[in-house]
């Protein structure tokens, strides 16, 4: 008989796709083809009495993620934990001059908890009420993720580096966790035959020659420093996103200090996506953190040059194949792209098939079979 499994997903995944909703696809696409029954389900109310495993995804959301390990629990459900986890407080982002970063960084953690609980309690009624969630339970986020974790049959980060980092912030070794590192992937397949269009940049009025940037545009991903090394040479830039949730006030100020060389394009279609990465002259990620940014992997796929932020996830996924370039600083940002601009389209599919979906997922198969 098949194993079933449920993988919740962000409530709001639909409105907000990110790296995490790429990743759920593909395990959801491996495990039916190893002979899984999977379902998909944004709804932590979800009756889970049908299935042997449930998947939680992105402490980025712990509130969210620790109302789906309510339902496990509730149903007596075993876990696995994907984290995709990175203590943002801990990377000294600069601050950017809008009421809602500025408090954010001088408020102190307890009382971003609570403001963070009330939000939740407000629009999750129905939730904490089935779960009889307490209050009080959710006013500390970290003993929440805490939590979390320590319940989790498994945990699945995503590299060493956010291994490590979980293990500095909620003592793993001691919470004797079952861990396995799964890394993140690409479709190789699909990559392998992307073909260059020479329509595509006619269809989005771009340049003819230009440095992609995909990623939701937020202070993370920093794309405000990547437009101000942009702007120190003129260099043609196209950032592929939508505005992250409540960023809204930072895409204002992105957008007031971009010039003609500067080109915003929404959340599209992957395989378009793919396309006019292809028609550039290399991809760059100069976020803060990336764990490591499936964007940067499928361009390394496609044959560009990719730059990266020099963080311990990124070079342990990348090594040699990539740029490295300072986050906090422009000129470093700066001396990337030209880097970019410089270095001749390569084939990496050798190297980058180890990262294919089928060859990192492979190690989720003992951790479902040997229960």
């Keep these: 008989m098949k194993k079933k499994i449920l993988i919740f997903d962000r409530i709001n995944s639909s409105k907000f796709p990110g790296g995490d909703t790429v990743q759920i696809n593909a395990i959801k696409d491996f495990l039916i083809n190893h002979n899984f029954n999977v379902t998909v389900s944004d709804n932590p109310l979800e009756n889970l009495s049908g299935y042997d495993y449930i998947f939680i995804f ?3 959301n712990p509130l969210e ?4 390990m309510k339902a496990c629990q ?12 990175w203590n943002l407080d801990s990377l000294k982002m600069p601050v950017q001059f809008n009421m809602r970063m500025i408090a954010k960084k001088i408020m102190p953690d307890f009382l971003k908890s609570y403001i963070r609980a009330i939000k939740f309690l407000k629009n999750n009624n129905g939730i ?3 779960f009889m969630i307490k209050e009080t339970e959710l006013f500390n986020i970290k003993q929440c993720i805490s939590d979390i974790i320590k319940n989790a049959y498994y945990v699945c980060p995503n590299s060493y580096a956010e291994w490590n980092h979980l293990n500095d912030n909620f003592k793993l070794d001691q919470l004797n966790k079952n861990v396995k590192v799964i890394y993140n992937g690409i479709d190789l397949n699909k990559l392998e035959n992307i073909e260059k269009d020479d329509f595509i940049k006619e269809k989005y009025n771009l340049p003819e020659n230009y440095i992609c940037c995909v990623g939701g545009i937020g ?11 942009a702007n120190l040479e003129n260099i043609n830039i196209v950032l592929i996103g939508k505005t992250s949730y409540g960023y809204e006030d930072y895409f204002k100020t992105l957008k007031s200090i971009s010039g003609s060389n500067i080109y915003f394009l929404e959340h599209l279609p992957q395989e378009e996506v793919f396309k006019i990465l292809k028609g550039s002259q290399g991809h760059i990620q100069p976020s803060f953190i990336e764990t490591p940014g499936l964007a940067s992997l499928e361009a390394l796929t496609l044959g560009l040059p990719i730059a990266v932020s020099d963080t311990e996830p990124t070079k342990e996924y990348f090594s040699c194949y990539a740029e490295y370039c300072n986050p906090f ?11 970019l601009l410089q270095r001749p389209l390569e084939n990496n599919i050798e190297w980058v098939s180890q ?3 089928e060859n990192v997922l492979i190690e989720l198969l003992p951790i479902l079979k040997n229960s």
């Design 74 to 85: 509730k149903y007596s459900k075993p876990y696995i934990l994907f984290p995709v986890y």
């Design 219 to 229: 202070p993370r991903k920093n794309q405000l420093n990547l437009v101000k090394a």
């Design 355 to 357: 990262y294919c979906w």
């Design 58 to 60: 992105n402490l980025t």
């Design 128 to 130: 904490i009420d089935f």
């Design 65 to 68: 993620a620790y109302a789906c």
């Design 329 to 339: 600083f422009a000129e470093s940002i700066h001396e990337s792209l030209k880097l």
